[in-house]
Structure formats: C-alpha cells, structure tokens
C-alpha cells in the first residue's frame, strides 16, 4: 500500500514536501518514483529513487527544484518540492516497480491515490 | 524524449463487444511498454508489462501485442468495469518514463 500526504495550497516560490508511507513491502529491496497528473495532460514522471537511495534521478522540468529521498527506518518516500512554479500544479502520485531495487527499465505496478499540489498566489 | 501517442482519443463501443485500443512510440522501445487503466478518482493500475504479459489479477480478456514502436491492447468482451481512460507507458528510456495522452473507453 502506498499512501502520499502534504500537498496543498502555496504560493510561486514556495516550498512543500510530499511523503508516500508505504507497507506490505520490503522498503529498501524496490526502487520508487514520483509522478503528476496535471488536469487535462498526461501523466509526467518526476523522479526516482533506487532502493538503497544511492541513485537518484530527476525530470528536466524539476531539477535543481526538488528532491527524492526515502527512509528506510519509517518506509517513508519523500519528495521536497523547492522554488515552486504554477506549472507544478497537478495530483502527485508516488509508484514502486514491480520489480527490485533499481531505476531501470521496470513497470509501475502499485500506485499511491495521489495528494494534490496548487501552486498559485 | 520519446512520445507516445495514442489512438484513438475516445473509443465508443457496446458491452459484450471487442475494443481495441493503439500506442505507437516515436522510436522503438522493444517491449519495454506498459498498459494501465484509470478511473476517476482512483491510481493507475497496472493491466499489461513488457508489451503482452498480465499483471497479477487482470482478467484474460486483456491482452497486449506488439513490439519496436507499434503496441496493441484489445479488451475481447467489454465489461461495465472496463469503461475507463487507458495509457501507456514506455520504459525502455528509463528514468525518463513517458506516457501516452490516453483513450477514453465509453459505453455505446
């Protein structure tokens, strides 16, 4: 199970940080991923995360933005979302592989419901 | 980047008949692609991986085809449950995962 929390309402140039609790599984044995669904486009990736958190990756859009880390002690995915742009509005949904604990080329097989980001003034 | 893109954008189509649904990538992917459905309010959920296997659970009137830049999914007997928005998604470019716009599924 995969349940995200801490979006909301923030101003252009804010900050907020995104958690995904996770269970059911071996936290630190499968890689994970952020993605966002804004209304009306299409799903875009955002980051990722290998297992053992030595291998981070980040979508053009947000580098240099935000974050990707994972907490192997409270099976917790994070995502600090800094410098915040209206653009980043969208339904954040965190996803482990189905596979191991590497970011490679791996389906998306569970899915969080997603906690909603609005970035406006 | 690789697109995705999908055809066509809606589909009507009745209960009890054949829906067939199309991805085609900008360049080839191998099998790399998957297929999800969604309904409102709800995640993704993974139907097809690596172009034509099932994920645990899904029902065998899901099936997946194809490989390179050419994908196929074919709902064989519409159920009411199956009425939905589907994507897919290419991987073989990892990280950087890219999905279609998706086909909107509905009742005729």
């Known amino acids: 199970q995969l349940l995200e929390s801490g979006g909301g309402l923030v101003h252009p140039g804010g900050s907020l940080r995104l958690s995904c609790a996770t269970s059911g599984f071996t936290f630190s044995n499968i890689a994970m991923s952020w993605f966002r669904q804004a209304p009306g486009k299409r799903l875009e990736w955002v980051s990722s995360i290998g297992g053992s958190a030595d291998n981070t990756y980040y979508a053009d859009s947000v580098k240099g933005r935000f974050t990707i880390s994972r907490d192997r002690s409270q099976n917790t995915l994070y995502l600090q979302m800094d410098s915040l742009r209206a653009e980043d509005t969208a339904l954040y949904h965190c996803?482990?592989?189905?596979?191991?604990?590497?970011?490679?080329?791996?389906?998306?097989?569970?899915w969080g419901q997603g906690t909603l980001v609005t970035v406006s003034s | 980047e690789i697109v995705m893109t999908q055809s066509p954008a809606t589909l009507s189509v009745s209960p009890g008949e054949r829906a067939t649904l199309s991805c085609r990538a900008s360049?080839?992917?191998?099998?790399?692609l998957a297929w999800y459905q969604q309904k409102p309010g709800q995640s993704p959920r993974l139907l097809i991986y690596a172009a034509s296997t099932r994920a645990t659970g899904i029902p065998d009137r899901f099936s997946g085809s194809g490989s390179g830049t050419e994908f196929t999914l074919i709902i064989s007997s519409l159920q009411s449950e199956d009425f939905a928005l589907y994507y897919c998604q290419q991987y073989n470019d990892w990280p950087r995962y890219t999905f279609g716009q998706g086909t909107r599924l509905e009742i005729k």
């Open positions: 996803a482990r592989v189905l596979g191991g604990p590497d970011v490679g080329a791996d389906s998306f097989g569970y």
């Open positions: 360049q080839s992917i191998r099998n790399n």
